[in-house]
Antibody, heavy 115, light 113 residues
Framework: EVQLVESGGGLVQPGGSLRLSCVAS????????MNWVRQAPGKGPEWLSY????????YYADSVRGRFTISRDNAKNSLYLQMNSLRVEDTAVYYC????????WGQGTTVTVSS | DIVMTQSPDSLAVSLGERASINCKSS????????????LAWYQQKPGQPPRLLIY???TRESGVPDRFIGSGSGTDFTLTISSLQAEDVAVYYC?????????FGQGTKVEIK
């Protein structure tokens, strides 16, 4: 079964950091481009970042550029999102998703930024 | 950034009737070199992640019932549910993946009348 499982969310104070992980199974992770997408409470999804299969092409949304860093470890079938300088408005469910079409999604991990 | 605007924001349709959702992009998402529209549709039910229904504007994802039909080109697109079923109650989003940042519409909530 094709599956993505996120972890690493939690409660953090403004200005703090978190590192999210996404572990893939059921497909050859190293063949696929990957993304992070978030969804704030009661809002629509927001695409955040893309990394291609070999990590040599990376894109970010303006809202997170300079604060968040996407990376991957193909040997560990894992995708990461390092989040620094977190703001209250970063509170959301964070999903990893496969491919440019976002054809497979994880169940998400919740990040709450609050003092 | 390409702005995606969906209409209506919500609609209520009787079981077995047709539901249509429109999505308009602020600029064309048709890539002329391959004649593909970089437009996808997603369905999201409460407490679940979005689910890909349609990509390239009209290609149904594997396992998606054939009552879901995507159409349109350039800047104007439509998702049609040909015969609404109870399990189709959800929020539907369009998304362009033509230009970064890839952007979603605001969503359309579909309910049973």
């Amino acid at each position: 079964e094709v599956q993505l499982v996120e972890s690493g969310g939690g409660l953090v104070q403004p200005g703090g950091s978190l590192r999210l992980s996404c572990v893939a199974s059921g497909f050859t992770f190293s063949d696929y481009n990957m993304n992070w997408v978030r969804q704030a409470p009661g809002k629509g999804p927001e695409w955040l970042s893309y990394i291609n299969s070999s990590s040599n092409t990376i894109y970010y949304a303006d809202s997170v550029r300079g604060r968040f860093t996407i990376s991957r470890d193909n040997a560990k079938n894992s995708l990461y999102l390092q989040m620094n300088s977190l703001r209250v408005e970063d509170t959301a469910v964070y999903y990893c998703a496969r491919n440019r079409t976002l054809d497979v999604w994880g169940q998400g991990t919740t990040v709450t930024v609050s003092s | 950034d390409i702005v995606m605007t969906q209409s209506p924001d919500s609609l209520a349709v009787s079981l077995g009737e047709r539901a249509s959702i429109n999505c308009k992009s602020s600029q064309s998402v048709l890539y002329n070199s391959n004649n593909k529209n970089y437009l996808a549709w997603y369905q999201q039910k409460p407490g679940q992640p979005p689910r890909l229904l349609i990509y390239w504007a009209s290609t149904r994802e594997s396992g998606v019932p054939d009552r879901f039909i995507g159409s349109g080109s350039g800047t104007d697109f439509t998702l049609t549910i040909s015969s609404l079923q109870a399990e189709d109650v959800a929020v539907y989003y369009c998304r362009q993946y033509y230009n970064n940042p890839w952007t979603f519409g605001q969503g359309t909530k579909v309910e049973i009348k």
